[in-house]
């Protein structure tokens, strides 16, 4: 079955580029069958879809933070990754890769990671 | 964007009642519509897809209804393991949105 795992800094300074990397196993993002998005949830808060990605490289972002995010994809390594841009502390939140987007759900999810945007 | 609007924001249960949790649209979408299992500390879980279908392995206790604008999750009997918080999110258009969410609790 797929699985998913977030990687990457737990902290980050204030104006800097949030960097993490979800390694899929157990099926291939090259395989063409599903979008593999980014979701967040701040402490305490609800859930925010960031964006999404195919195989291919098409990408889908939330309008409300197109203007920082890029999500790319490594086929090599059956890994998708996310860089948000210019990070303040509303930044700060739980990080989740899953499998699906566009009209499609969220599963499975991995663990998430929790990166705090802080000096 | 969709709004997804839940309620209510929390309920106080106990085993083996039903618990009704609803969910709605500011605009139609037919049934793309998702259900999510929450617990502390853990990522969020499918339970309920295209507004009514079964995801696997989830057991039949929990049941989702509804489409347009108006869904309903139903747990016809709450069992321990059932206290979350439970997450709408809408399919249709994008970006996905989630509803704020519904916390069960223990009464």
């Known amino acids: 079955q797929v699985q998913l795992q977030e990687s990457g800094p737990g902290l980050v300074k204030p104006s800097q580029t949030l960097s993490l990397t979800c390694t899929v196993s157990?099926?291939?993002?090259?395989?063409?069958?599903?979008?593999w998005s980014w979701i967040r949830q701040p402490p305490g808060k609800g859930l925010e879809w960031i964006g999404y990605?195919?195989?291919?490289?098409?990408?889908y972002y939330n309008p409300s933070l197109k203007s920082r995010v890029t999500i790319s994809v490594d086929t090599s390594k059956n890994q998708f990754s996310l860089k948000l841009s210019s990070v303040t502390a509303a930044d700060t939140a739980v990080y989740y890769c899953?499998?699906?987007?566009?009209?499609?759900?969220?599963?499975?999810w991995g663990q998430g990671t929790l990166v705090t945007v802080s000096s | 964007d969709i709004q997804m609007t839940q309620s209510p924001s929390s309920v106080s249960a106990s085993v083996g009642d039903r618990v009704t949790i609803t969910c709605r649209a500011s605009?139609?979408?037919?049934?793309?519509l998702a259900w999510y299992q929450q617990k502390p500390g853990k990522a969020p879980k499918l339970l309920i897809y295209?507004?009514?279908s079964l995801q696997s392995g989830v057991p039949s206790r929990f049941s989702g209804s509804g489409s347009g604008t108006d869904f309903t999750l139903t747990i016809s009997s709450l069992q321990p393991e059932d206290f979350a918080t439970y997450y709408c999110?809408?399919?249709?258009?994008?970006?996905?949105?989630f509803g704020g969410g519904t916390k069960v609790e223990i009464k």
């Open positions: 157990g099926g291939s993002i090259s395989s063409g069958d599903y979008y």
């Open positions: 295209a507004a009514s």
């Open positions: 899953a499998r699906g987007g566009g009209f499609d759900w969220a599963h499975p």
């Open positions: 605009q139609g979408i037919s049934s793309w």
């Open positions: 990605i195919y195989y291919s490289g098409s990408t």
């Open positions: 999110q809408q399919a249709n258009s994008f970006p996905a949105t």
